[in-house]
């Protein structure tokens, strides 16, 4: 089972710009889909982006959107999230996922923490003001 390793977070003022990276620890070419996932103290897990692993598609919350762009690595061995205009409601711990789930048709469903069945340990983002 592949594993994932986030990095990249750190503290940032606001309005500035962080580049989160989960690197895979083998190949991915079982995977479907990957995805960026945040989550602070007493709150659920809340999506952030995901793409698609093989055509490339992606999906952005609506909060993030203009502001955060999710690519895949070179020889899609990683995922990225370029964040940029940085917000005061934007420090979590971000976690990257994975899932070998075919989410094509239901590409809506990307956007579902229970779709996926590998996760990292997490990156800690803060911003200050």
């Known amino acids: 089972q592949v594993q994932l390793v986030e990095s990249g977070g750190g503290l940032v003022q606001a309005g500035g710009s962080l580049r989160l990276v989960c690197a895979a620890s083998e190949r991915t070419d079982s995977v479907s889909t990957m995805g960026w996932f945040r989550q602070t103290p007493g709150k659920e897990r809340e999506f952030v982006a995901a793409?698609?692993?093989?055509?490339?598609?992606?999906n952005y919350a609506d909060f993030v959107r203009g502001r955060f762009t999710i690519s895949r690595g070179m020889a899609k061995s990683a995922v990225l999230l370029q964040m940029n205009s940085l917000e005061s409601d934007d420090p979590a711990v971000y976690y990257c996922?994975?899932?070998?789930?075919?989410?094509?048709?239901?590409?809506?469903?990307?956007?579902?923490?229970?779709?996926?069945?590998?996760w990292g340990q997490g990156t800690q983002v803060t911003v200050s003001s």
């Open positions: 793409i698609n692993w093989n055509g490339g598609s992606t």
């Open positions: 996922a994975a899932t070998l789930r075919t989410l094509d048709t239901n590409w809506w469903r990307s956007a579902f923490a229970s779709e996926y069945d590998t």
